[in-house]
């Protein structure tokens, strides 16, 4: 008789086998929640194109974090929208900007979160740039060196406010090198580096510059940001990110990159971040929105599958929702 002797559907019978021999299990320590903290809004204002994420005052920050902390997520990322923007980036490295004072707020809350700040320029420029810009509009080109003098100013006053972590993500070439050189030499040692090393030029961050009043003015990051057919470069970003000091290395997007993040898993020992991002996160609200997918099951589905790539840490604006699901399976 042809029969099979190997039967894999045995061991998919029950629910009880299935989840004994589930290879991936999400848990709410996996994940890090992004938060949008603006000088411009007195009071939460919803972002238009991701539903259910907010633009939040400086005062509500606390409350939002203890929300974030109680549903057991770990850590908080801040990103800022300041009230000022210039050609130097001036409020990305004021003591008293936007970012600065929400990290006070959440330390002096005696909330016990891992505190995340973006470190980028972006937001705080006139023109929208991650750098300096060097020569006239259409010619002009950002200029890697000068803008590393910023970044780790940047860095060095987030640590100042109380950062746990500092997460460089402007593409510029030794961020890394120089963030942790100014961090050591005003005695942040303790403070730790996550470098967004494979950050790709992507469509999939479109929603986010609504959220953090972001967009280029004019032209495009591809000139920094990764090109997103590459992946041995992404091997290269990463390296060089691991030599330079980076405690954490991220891949960003995450969902049109797992090979990236599971090619880089393989490679390195280093603790992996993967950002599921503003893209991701609108596409899956809109096809719920419109009843073509279950977005709990979705949802569950893309982690899922970042972390069976290899992701240690997910970046989600899911974060605080799934790990109350996780909370009461
Ligand atoms: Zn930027």
Known sequence: MGYPTVRMRRMRVSEK??????????????????LFVSEKVSERRP????????????????ED??????????AVLFFGIPERKDEKGSEAYNRDGVV???????????????????????????????GVLRGERKAATVDNDASLELLARTAVSHAAAGADI?????????????????????????TAIMSYSAKYAS???????????????????????????????????????IDEGADIVMVKPA?????????????????????????????????????????????LE???????AGADLIISYWAAEVASYLGEA
């Not at 974090?65 to 997520?73: E, F, P």
């Not at 707020?105 to 979160?113: D, H, I, N, Q």
């Open 166 to 190: 500092v997460a460089p993500s402007a593409m510029m070439d030794g961020a890394v090198a120089a963030i942790r050189r100014a961090l050591d030499g005003e005695d942040f040692v303790m």
């Open 100 to 130: 600065q004072r929400a990290v006070r707020e959440v330390k002096e809350s005696g909330l016990e979160l891992v505190v995340i700040t973006d470190v980028c320029l972006c937001e705080y420029m006139s023109h929208g740039h991650c």
């Open 203 to 241: 469509c999939f961050y479109g929603p986010f510059r609504e959220a953090a009043e972001s967009p280029p003015a004019f032209g495009d990051r591809r000139s920094y940001q990764m090109d997103t057919p590459n992946w041995r470069e992404a091997m290269r970003e990463i390296e060089l990110d």
């Open 302 to 308: 893309i982690l899922t599958s970042i972390k069976r």
């Open 17 to 34: 086998l299935r989840l004994m021999l589930r290879e991936t299990r999400l848990s709410a320590s996996d994940f890090v929640m992004p």
């Open 255 to 299: 969902l049109a990159y797992l090979d990236v993040i599971c090619r880089a898993k393989a490679k390195f020992d280093s603790p992996m971040a993967a950002y599921n991002v503003s893209g991701e996160y609108g596409m899956v609200k809109a096809a719920a929105q419109r009843g073509w997918l279950d977005e709990k099951l979705a949802v």
């Open 47 to 62: 972002i238009g194109s991701m539903p259910g994420c907010f633009q939040i005052p400086v005062s509500a920050v606390a």
């Open 65 to 74: 974090a203890k929300k974030v902390a109680q549903a057991g997520v770990p």
